[in-house]
């Protein structure tokens, strides 16, 4: 009998990051502001966009290490403190209100080598991953999911709207994009409450996203 390959591994942190179990909200709102206290040292600068894409006009995050950059959304800041990412991420952008605690950030990350036709299972998985991650106590459904592309090669868009836990709804979307036949990336939003305003600027986000 040949034995079966092993499933492709997803992006993002392994589930032995998971937060510990507590007030589910407060784990989430706390683990996104974390998130933007803590940024690479390494590998990112704001640039402006002039052109006509989403956010143009806007200053840009380059993020060198994962060979993408992204539009910054009026409201949204790069992180006053530097310091280090976990190594699934490298660059990352966000906003939090601490009267309503809550949050949204934006993360990118170096995805590896995958074939064209293997991008949709990669993407609903690490979607998939990332969700339990930020919502170990949650369960998440797919949305939305579709082939696009960035910069002209082929990219997959994964939305999930994630149950908490805890009575709320929270919002994550992911995108692969194929760099080259051996370099991909990936950016990935996360959003809490699931609004139709924070979803719009997650994706906007994620639309701006171009090769570096």
């Not at 989403?54 to 200053?59: E, K």
Request: with cysteine; net charge neutral.
């Amino acid at each position: 009998m040949t034995t079966p390959p092993p499933p492709a591994a997803a992006f993002g942190p392994p589930p032995s990051m998971q937060p510990q179990r507590r007030t589910r909200r407060t784990a989430v709102v706390c683990a996104l502001a974390l998130v933007l206290a803590l940024l690479a040292a390494a590998g990112w600068w704001l640039l402006g966009d002039r052109d006509d894409a989403p956010l143009a006009g806007r200053p840009r995050v380059t993020d060198a290490a994962a060979g993408i950059s992204y539009g910054i959304p009026e409201g949204w800041k790069q992180p006053e403190e530097q310091g280090k990412l976990i190594n699934a991420f490298t660059s990352t952008i966000g906003k939090t209100d601490k009267d309503t605690k809550t949050g949204a950030t934006v993360l990118a990350g170096r995805a590896g080598t995958i074939p064209e036709a293997e991008l949709k299972q990669r993407a609903e998985r690490s979607a998939r991953s990332n969700a339990t991650f930020f919502f170990p106590d949650g369960r998440s459904t797919i949305d939305e999911s579709h082939p696009t592309t960035v910069s002209g090669r082929p990219a997959h868009t994964v939305t999930l709207k994630i149950d908490d836990g805890d009575g709320g709804t929270a919002h994550l979307r992911l995108t692969v994009m194929t760099l080259s036949d051996a370099r991909s990336a990936f950016l990935l939003g996360v959003t809490q409450p699931n609004g139709p305003a924070e979803r719009e600027e997650i994706a906007t986000i994620l639309a701006s996203a171009k090769a570096a």
